[in-house]
């Protein structure tokens, strides 16, 4: 089994926003996308994912709305926005600068 990682602070917006461009999801299901996206290396716990969904939410990138999940329960449905399409542009932009930057290091002699 590999070994799971922390997220970097200010990567779980990015995550969250780029699993719900593949389709709205409940809170659960988005934990168990970004797990399953990453080969089983990325664990959301609940106790950030559910913070972040409210701070995208209040931001506007994401809007919810009461439904029924895949499972037939009762669930607060999660869905992009077109202002978080722009803002997943954005962040993904400025996580391939740091990742370069972050690269450039470790290869230094």
Same mark, same amino acid.
Request: proline content about 3%.
């Given at each position: 089994?590999?070994?799971?990682?922390?997220?970097?602070? !200010?990567?779980?917006?990015?995550?969250?926003?780029?699993?719900?461009?593949? $389709?709205?999801?409940? !809170? %659960?299901?988005?934990? +168990?996308?970004?797990?399953?996206?990453?080969?089983?290396?990325?664990?959301?716990?609940? !106790?950030?994912?559910?913070?972040?969904?409210?701070?995208?939410?209040?931001? !506007? %990138? /994401?809007?919810?709305? %009461? $439904?029924?999940?895949?499972? $037939?329960?009762?669930? +607060? /449905?999660?869905?992009?926005? =077109?202002? $978080?399409? +722009?803002?997943?542009? @954005?962040?993904?932009?400025?996580?391939?600068?740091?990742? @370069? =930057?972050?690269?450039?290091?470790?290869?230094?002699?």
């Amino acid at each position: 089994m590999p070994n799971r990682a922390d997220l970097l602070q !200010g990567t779980l917006d990015l995550l969250v926003l780029k699993a719900l461009l593949l $389709g709205p999801l409940h !809170g %659960w299901a988005i934990s +168990k996308r970004l797990r399953a996206l990453s080969s089983d290396v990325l664990n959301v716990g609940q !106790g950030s994912l559910y913070p972040a969904l409210y701070r995208l939410e209040d931001e !506007g %990138w /994401i809007s919810a709305e %009461w $439904g029924i999940s895949a499972e $037939g329960r009762r669930a +607060k /449905i999660y869905t992009i926005t =077109a202002l $978080g399409k +722009k803002r997943l542009t @954005a962040e993904r932009s400025a996580w391939r600068l740091f990742s @370069a =930057a972050v690269d450039q290091v470790l290869h230094a002699s």
